[in-house]
């Protein structure tokens, strides 16, 4: 499984911005998928995951604020990101679960300006 995200960029603070990840390869056998980050100095933290069977869920931080949706004909997930806050700012990594190997993709940064 590969997974190629993108959308990143800078925003100011109260913007959105809308992630994208699409997986290739063995698409038929990935289960949940996700969204994490890790900001500077810190640990990589779950942001959202949805599963197969469409569960969602967030990280406290950014309920409300945040939306993860799947398009399976398109092998994608996205992240809508609204109201994004400083502590947003983080690199912000695709992840995918098939056959209980975890993938990543390559992160993609967020950056929010104040």
């Known amino acids: 499984v590969q997974l190629q995200a993108s959308g990143g960029g800078l925003v100011q603070a109260g913007g959105s911005l809308r992630l994208s990840c699409a997986a290739s390869?063995?698409?038929?056998?990935?289960?949940?998928m996700g969204w994490y980050r890790q900001a500077p100095g810190k640990q990589r933290e779950l942001v959202a995951v949805?599963?197969?069977?469409?569960?969602?869920n967030y990280a406290n931080s950014v309920k409300g604020r945040f939306t993860i949706s799947r398009d399976y004909t398109k092998n994608t997930v996205y992240l809508q990101m609204n109201n994004l806050k400083p502590e947003d700012a983080a690199v912000y990594y695709c992840?995918?679960?098939?056959?209980?190997?975890?993938?990543w993709g390559k992160g993609t940064q967020v950056t929010v300006s104040s």
């Open positions: 390869g063995s698409i038929f056998s990935i289960s949940d």
């Open positions: 949805i599963t197969s069977g469409r569960s969602t």
């Open positions: 992840n995918a679960w098939a056959r209980a190997i975890n993938y």
